[in-house]
Structures are given as structure tokens and as C-alpha cells.
């Protein structure tokens, strides 16, 4: 009869704390769709995983990192209860940019898909494309003057590719898009080189590229990021999504060096980890998540 009552009395307490722990989780769920507008550079070590979410809730995830790193990112940025992105965006199809969408695949309900036209011969690009049809998500490819308006007053606009860029090099046919929430606006480059950089320039006015936020091409390289380009985006704040320690030996110093003469104020993911901005239309704030 005693051992009777101890476990009725371990499983009530043990339902309490699932009570209390679904409570609070319910309570964040509830504060996070309060927010404004939120775009975080998760961090996902050597590669590029973008986050983006409206005021109404709209969610984009822009890359996902190399094999393993997205899910936990994620998790930094995304209620618990939320199993569906509304939009994933390929920039080019490199393992360091898609690997990780196998695992958002698998455990998210995605709306639809974005790519530039790039291919790539690896198992990895085959698989996702692969998975993609099966399980029957829209595939669409993006062009200059597409406009995704994901409510609450956020759009992104296509500002590249501006044509057919199926035999291009991937950095060079990456997608580069611009967010723009109020007066505040992200720059979005993947691994776009300086060749992308030339045509954007030529295509649109400084007025239309100028941007708050640079998320800076190719993890700092020294092939992206042309003291033209930056001059013109004229950046406020510049975001380098590069992992700790890599072989590449990015950022690059030039880089850095462009970005300081243009007094942009720099965050690595190697250095801060997660990096997540918030937005009310007018002023933004930024938290790190390690």
C-alpha cells in the first residue's frame, strides 16, 4: 500500500513538472509572437544559415549550414511548437550552405523553395533536390524583381540572379536578396564575388542598395566585399557567418579592413556564436547567442 501511494505521489509531481514546463514554453511561444522583426545569423560553423521572421509570424531560412549544426541553431531562434518555415532559400547549391536543409526536411514542414539555377554534381545537392521532390515542395527559381512579402510589413526583394546562371560558377550565380523592414534593411550576399557585386551595381541605383545590415559575402573572403559595393550598401552593421579556427582563413584581413574604412561595426559567428537582430521598424538591437 506505501510503495502504491510513493508512486502516485512521484507521477503527480512528475505531471506537475511537465504542466509547469509546458506552461512556460507556451509563455515563450506566446512573447516570441509579440516580436517584431527578427533576423538571425545562426551559427552553423564554416557556412552560411540565415534566419528570418515577420511580425506576422512568416518565416524564411536562408541556407542551413554543413551536415548537423542547423537543428540546434535553430532551436536558439524558434518556438519548440513551430514545425513549419514558410520559405527556404538555396544562395548556391555548396555543401557548406545546403547540407543542413536535409534535417530541416525532415523534422519541418517547408512551404516552398528558392534557388538561383546553379547545379552542383555532389550526392549531397542530388539528395536534397531529391527530397525536395518527394515530398512535393515548390521549387522556384529566383529572379531579379521577385518580391517575397512575408507581412507585417517585411519584403524581400531578388536583386540577383538577372539571368540564366545554370552554367556559372556557384559563388558567382548566388542569390542576393535585401530585406527591408521600416527603415531598416539587410543585404543579403551569400557567397556572391565581386563579378556578382559589378552587376548589382550596375543594375540598381546607391539609393536602392544602401542597407543597414551586411550580411558580408563568402564568410569574409577576399574575393567578395569590393570597396565599391560596401561603399554603396554603406552598411552600418556588418555580419560575417565564419567558423572558429577554419582553414580558410576567414575573414580576411583586406575585408576587414574594408569594413572598418567604411566604419561598418563588425560580429562574427566565430567570435559571438548566434547572432540575432530585432527590429521595430526603426531602431535595431542585437543579442549573441553562444
Given at each position: 500500500m ?6 502516485n505521489?512521484?507521477l ?6 511537465l504542466?509547469?514546463i509546458?506552461?512556460?514554453l ?6 516570441s509572437s509579440r516580436?517584431?522583426?527578427?533576423f538571425a545569423?545562426l ?5 552560411d544559415?540565415?534566419?528570418i ?16 549544426k542547423i537543428?540546434?541553431s535553430?532551436?536558439k531562434v524558434?518556438?519548440?511548437f ?7 532559400v538555396?544562395?548556391n547549391?555548396?555543401a557548406?550552405h545546403?547540407?543542413g536543409f ?12 528558392l534557388?538561383?539555377?546553379t ?9 536534397l533536390?531529391d527530397?525536395?521532390?518527394r515530398?512535393?515542395i515548390?521549387?522556384?527559381l529566383a529572379?531579379q ?7 507585417g ?9 538577372d539571368r540564366d546562371?545554370?552554367?556559372w560558377g556557384s559563388?558567382d ?5 535585401k ?10 550576399t551569400g ?15 546607391k ?5 543597414t545590415?551586411?550580411?558580408?559575402g563568402?564568410?569574409?573572403?577576399r574575393t567578395s ?8 550598401v554603406?552598411?552600418s552593421?556588418a ?13 580576411h584581413?583586406?575585408v ?6 567604411f566604419?561598418?561595426?563588425v560580429?562574427r559567428?566565430d567570435i559571438l556564436?548566434t547572432?540575432?537582430?530585432q527590429?521595430?521598424g526603426?531602431n535595431v538591437?542585437f543579442?549573441?547567442?553562444?
Amino acid at each position: 500500500m506505501l510503495n502504491t501511494s510513493r508512486r502516485n505521489y512521484k507521477l503527480l509531481v512528475f505531471t506537475l513538472i511537465l504542466l509547469v514546463i509546458n506552461i512556460y514554453l507556451f509563455h515563450l511561444d506566446l512573447q516570441s509572437s509579440r516580436k517584431g522583426f527578427t533576423f538571425a545569423m545562426l551559427d552553423v560553423g564554416q557556412g552560411d544559415a540565415l534566419f528570418i521572421e515577420s511580425p506576422t509570424g512568416v518565416q524564411v531560412l536562408f541556407d542551413a549550414g554543413p551536415a548537423g549544426k542547423i537543428l540546434s541553431s535553430l532551436s536558439k531562434v524558434m518556438s519548440p511548437f513551430d514545425k513549419t518555415i514558410d520559405a527556404i532559400v538555396i544562395t548556391n547549391p555548396d555543401a557548406d550552405h545546403i547540407s543542413g536543409f536535409s534535417d530541416i526536411i525532415k523534422n519541418y514542414k517547408v512551404g516552398m523553395v528558392l534557388e538561383p539555377g546553379t547545379v552542383n554534381d555532389s550526392k549531397i545537392y542530388k539528395n536534397l533536390k531529391d527530397n525536395i521532390d518527394r515530398k512535393q515542395i515548390p521549387d522556384i527559381l529566383a529572379k531579379q524583381g521577385m518580391k517575397l512579402d512575408l507581412g507585417g510589413g517585411v519584403t524581400i526583394d531578388i536583386l540577383f540572379p538577372d539571368r540564366d546562371v545554370s552554367s556559372w560558377g556557384s559563388n558567382d550565380g548566388s542569390i542576393v536578396a535585401k530585406v527591408s523592414y521600416g527603415d531598416i534593411s539587410v543585404m543579403l550576399t551569400g557567397d556572391a564575388t565581386m563579378k556578382t557585386e559589378k552587376i548589382i551595381l550596375e543594375d540598381f541605383s546607391k539609393e536602392s542598395l544602401k542597407s543597414t545590415v551586411l550580411k558580408v559575402g563568402h564568410h569574409g573572403s577576399r574575393t567578395s566585399s569590393s570597396d565599391s559595393f560596401v561603399r554603396v550598401v554603406a552598411p552600418s552593421f556588418a555580419l560575417i557567418s565564419d567558423g572558429e579556427e577554419n582553414k580558410y582563413g576567414h575573414p580576411h584581413q583586406e575585408v576587414l579592413d574594408t569594413l572598418s574604412a567604411f566604419k561598418a561595426q563588425v560580429f562574427r559567428a566565430d567570435i559571438l556564436g548566434t547572432i540575432v537582430m530585432q527590429s521595430d521598424g526603426q531602431n535595431v538591437s542585437f543579442s549573441y547567442k553562444k
